[in-house]
Nanobody, 129 residues
């Protein structure tokens, strides 16, 4: 059974940094054959894309709201995906979720959270002064 475990959330002041981790276990296929994503959801809001990495890391995606501030990286041996978040803003406050999908997600389908099969439990990020 695939499990994704997030860590690294917390409370920071505006302009601060955090690094989130997502460690996968129970994968049926090789780690690099999955699509991975970070999504976030604030109270009363819809879940939104934060960062995506395609299978094989052939492409990544960041929405305008985080591009230039957030960056993905991964440790294949550790089966861990990282999200480095810099220059955090109050509007970044949300529960952050890691997700994975084994199916091919062509075009813009990978932007849709519903296309991701596996989800972590979430880690809270709070940015306030």
């Amino acid at each position: 059974q695939v499990q994704l475990v997030e860590s690294g959330g917390g409370s920071v002041q505006p302009g601060g940094s955090l690094r989130l981790s997502c460690t996968a276990s129970g994968l049926t296929y090789t780690y690099t054959s999955y699509y991975y994503g970070w999504f976030r959801q604030a109270p009363g809001e819809e879940r939104e894309v934060v960062a995506l990495m395609a299978a094989g890391a052939e492409r990544t995606y960041y929405p305008d709201s985080v591009r230039g501030r957030f960056a993905l990286s991964r440790d294949i041996e550790m089966r861990t995906l990282y999200l480095q978040m810099n220059n955090l803003k109050p509007e970044d406050t949300a529960m952050y979720y890691c997700a994975a999908a084994r199916a091919s997600l062509p075009g813009n389908t990978w932007l849709n959270p519903q296309r991701y099969t596996y989800w972590g439990q979430g880690t809270q990020v709070t940015v306030s002064s």
